[in-house]
């Protein structure tokens, strides 16, 4: 008994020696405007004992010691450290720059992440606190619809089919990077949004760099860069439980895991997610499984290595056929949310045009700090893709006939599948297909900086990528029929009964080798920075065609492009308010892997693809204090020998393939972004980006029947002085954020899109004295409303987020495709969403 006394005595000496040596550290971090950074790391300095800030700012840690240092710091910002003691716990306002030392440059240089008041770029950084602010049931690229120069929507508002446009430029033309590694598809450079799904979950910023940027890649983009940063290291010990519900049955619920940087050197993140509902436009169901895990080891103070793996299991209703307006007024049923690409089957929902996809992408980072003025990033990164989009054939689903009820109804697939089973032996006349899809992509991005100088600092790298995409259409469902006559007697499989699983129409694997290397001279020197980067790259396609051709002839010759790319910068700060920058760009990229064959049906090379070309210039001025900030951009972007690819029904239900050479595209603009903080509880955000983008020569054009890959015809495309279209040209935004509570705010944000031309068929500009504009869609106005209360349930950190879009109901056309005769009455087009809503919850712990 007394051994035991003497036992809890001793631990109780150490309890109380514990408890006295820690001291709480409190204190808020603010950038240079007097807006809250959420998310800031918080280190001791000389251990592993860190936090992260809640979303006002304000942190608590409990350090091991009774007086030392905090290092304060957050992405893309100059580290500070913070001295405290026993007696001064509470450290009172924090406040970072982005001018001077980055925070951890390693990671600056290898997602390209632009630094303000020294990358000379225009740019505009959304923090995740926004992102999981005002997001809601929205697209993830609506999150920057208030950035300048963006025009995001939902397209046909399926899940994940939104897109988004830069400067009148579309994704194809957008570099979009996660960690750095770029996830355009190698093909066509398109980037489907559903592939990324859960990003919002772990996203710890995101910026969007106008223009050329700053990206280092060897193949440089023209409209911008969208660069998303994931958490790794940085994230905060803890976790959260996330819950969400919205309009037309949305749901999602999902979890964050972080153990935080462990004594170890070890920091795991992982994060899982389900979404589902049944989409604002009628029939587009979808559902999706959302995961992102980081697994990071600080092995010591000059290696770090990172495993990260993002994707989404998911799939989703789409509307694919636009109407006329008149066609969507006519419709009781519907209105502005009609779908005809939907109906029943055995009571269940049906759709013509169907998505599922899943593409994970992995990646293995190496950063290795060579020395005090040298270190190298190395990232090795795979994708796995596999899925495809649900087509048909027949003509009975898009027959009015066969709807329930009158042409505003769904369609009647069960009558479809009856006719099909009494045609017995005869066969099936209308069933599901499927576009397969599915690719491996493996490539490598490394980086190496070293300092020459105390001024000058050299950039080297290597960014390689190889691709195989294998396309197919599969029989997937005969319907209630015994078979599929493919009548097509072009393709190997014309003339045979089709069972479920057979290949026709198309199976061809297509062959992308791109490899570069780029440099990039800086230098900085008090308030002047400038930049000198140049890029050598090439481009190799390729084909093998299993459908169409034989063994012996199957596989296609080369294709190689040798592109390269010049530009330069500089940055002055006038003094520590102002700041001006000037850049300007050049260079010549290969076609993409569309473009240069004559057909999908086809080996044959098109001979006359050329690389396109892009000279770009723009200047800009910077104010910045904490009360007002302000930026303002010009740019001039020529777009020079762009191809352009058209497909057109011709006679006998074949296609016509027409490839449009030399268009020539003019770019330019102005476009101002503000922050002002009048009193502390007010901050007023807005926007103003006025574009002016028209075709600036006409074209030559060649057809080709898809089938055959014949040519069949040649002219003309007189485009001169058109306007450029598919994105709105004059864009406004303003917002309003009041803090009611000291963790309690409401927002108001307004949205204008004006100017906005339907997209137009180039190659249906025949006629020489025909210089109209496309058909111009209407102005519109929106406005969103948002709710944000924090509170404690249970002594736990808990977030109450409440959103509703487009408030007043507004119907308005996002998109259109222009009409024979340019006009109201004949273009086809997509309504936006009228008003939705969202209420999520998030707990931390």
């Known amino acids: 008994m007394k051994k035991l006394k003497h036992l809890l005595l001793v631990a109780l000496f150490f309890a109380t020696a514990t408890v006295l040596g820690q001291t709480k550290i409190t204190g808020t971090v603010l950038d240079e405007t007097g807006g809250a950074l959420p998310g800031a790391s918080i280190v001791e300095k000389g251990t592993k004992n860190g936090t992260a800030t809640d979303f006002d700012g304000k942190f608590i840690l409990n350090a091991k010691s009774n007086s030392g240092v905090v290092v304060v710091s957050f992405v893309g910002y100059t580290n500070k450290e913070v001295a405290f003691t026993s007696v001064g716990g509470d450290l009172g306002t924090i406040q970072l720059t982005e001018d001077g030392a980055i925070l951890d440059e390693i990671v600056i240089t290898a997602t390209s992440f632009a630094i303000g008041r020294k990358t000379p770029v225009a740019v505009s950084t959304v923090k995740a606190a926004d992102i999981e602010a005002k997001l809601g049931t929205q697209e993830f690229p609506e999150i920057l619809k208030a950035t300048p120069g963006v025009y995001a929507t939902k397209s046909g508002g399926g899940y994940g089919d939104g897109e988004i ?27 489907y949004w559903s592939n990324w799904a859960g990003l919002s979950d772990v996203t710890s910023a995101m910026q969007v760099q106008r223009g050329l940027g700053a990206s280092k890649v060897a193949v440089p983009s023209i409209g911008g860069t969208i660069n998303i940063i994931s958490k790794s290291t940085d994230a905060e010990k803890g976790g959260a439980i996330m819950m969400s519900t919205g309009n037309d049955g949305y749901q999602k619920y999902g979890m964050t895991l972080s153990t935080g940087l462990m004594d170890n050197g070890f920091a795991i993140t992982a994060s899982a997610s389900k979404i589902s509902g049944d989409g604002y436009v009628n029939g587009l169901q979808f559902s999706g499984v959302n995961y992102f895990l980081n697994i990071s080891n600080k092995i010591n103070e000059k290696h770090k290595l990172s495993f990260n793996a993002i994707g989404t299991i998911q799939d989703h209703g789409q509307r694919y056929n636009r109407r006329t307006i008149a066609e969507y007024k006519a419709t009781e049923q519907g209105g502005k949310r009609f779908n005809p690409d939907w109906g029943y089957r055995d009571g269940q929902i049906e759709n013509t045009s169907f998505n599922f996809y899943h593409k994970p992408q992995i990646s293995i980072n190496h950063d290795w700090v060579i020395s005090d003025k040298s270190f190298l990033t190395t990232s090795v990164y795979a994708s796995f893709g596999s899925g495809g989009g649900r087509r048909t054939q027949g003509t009975k689903f898009s027959n009015d006939n066969y709807r329930l009820g009158d042409v505003d109804q769904p369609i009647n697939f069960d ?14 006349t209308d069933i599901f297909a499927a576009s397969k899809n599915s690719h491996e992509w493996y490539g490598i991005l490394s980086t190496l900086k070293t300092e020459l100088t105390e001024t000058i600092s050299l950039s080297a790298g290597l960014d390689a990528r190889a691709y195989v995409g294998s396309h197919w259409y599969e029989v997937t469902d005969l319907l209630g029929g015994q078979y599929f006559y493919n009548d097509d007697l072009t393709e190997k499989t014309g003339g045979q009964a089709l069972q479920v699983g057979d290949h026709f129409n198309k199976d061809y694997d297509g062959k992308v080798k791109r490899y570069g290397v780029f440099t990039q001279l800086e230098y900085s020197k008090n308030d002047l920075s400038v930049f000198f980067s140049s890029s050598l790259s090439n481009s190799v396609y390729s084909k093998v065609d299993f459908m169409s051709y034989g063994a012996e002839n199957r596989e296609s010759e080369k294709a190689d492009f040798l592109g390269y790319s010049s530009k330069a910068g500089a940055n002055y700060n006038i003094d520590n ?8 760009g050049y260079f010549s990229r290969a076609p993409i892997f569309d473009n240069v064959f004559d057909s999908d049906y086809s080996v044959d090379l098109y001979e006359d693809a050329l690389n396109e070309k892009v000279f770009s210039v723009e200047v800009g001025y910077g ?16 777009w020079i020998d762009r191809f352009m690819t058209f497909n057109l029904p011709g006679a006998n239900n074949t296609v016509i393939k027409s490839n449009v050479t030399g268009l020539n595209a003019l770019h330019q603009g102005i476009e101002i972004d503000f922050l002002l903080r009048p009193i502390d509880k007010l901050s007023v955000t807005g926007m103003a980006s006025l574009g002016n983008w028209k075709w600036k020569d006409d074209a030559s054009a060649n057809s080709f029947d898809e089938n055959t890959g014949e040519q069949i015809g040649s002219g003309t495309v007189y485009a001169k002085g058109l306007k450029v279209s598919d994105a709105a040209q004059t864009t406004f935004a303003l917002g309003l954020k009041y803090d009611l509570l000291e963790k309690t705010n409401i927002s108001l944000d307004y949205n204008y899109a004006g100017d906005n031309y339907a997209t137009m068929n180039v190659t249906s500009r025949t006629d020489e004295n025909d210089r109209s504009n496309t058909w111009k869609l209407p102005n519109y106005h929106l406005f969103d409303l948002g709710l944000r209360h924090g509170f404690e349930i249970a002594g736990l950190d808990t977030t109450l987020s409440a959103n509703m879009n487009n408030i007043f109901d507004v119907e ?17 087009v997509y309504y936006g969403a009228g008003r939705t809503f969202s209420l999520g919850l998030k707990i931390k712990f």
């Open 165 to 191: 446009n830069l400067r009148g430029f579309r994704t194809q033309n957008i570099a979009v990077m996660i960690n750095g590694i770029p996830v355009n598809d190698m093909e066509n450079g398109a980037v």
């Open 577 to 584: 308010k102002q700041n001006v920058f000037t850049n300007i």
């Open 812 to 828: 308005y056309i996002s998109d259109a495709n222009n009409g024979p005769d340019s006009s109201y009455g004949t273009a086809q």
């Open 623 to 638: 104010f910045k204090t904490q009360l007002f900030s302000a930026n303002v951009n010009l740019y001039n972007t020529s």
């Open 415 to 428: 009558l479809i599948v009856e006719e099909n089973k009494a045609n017995g032996s005869n066969g099936a």
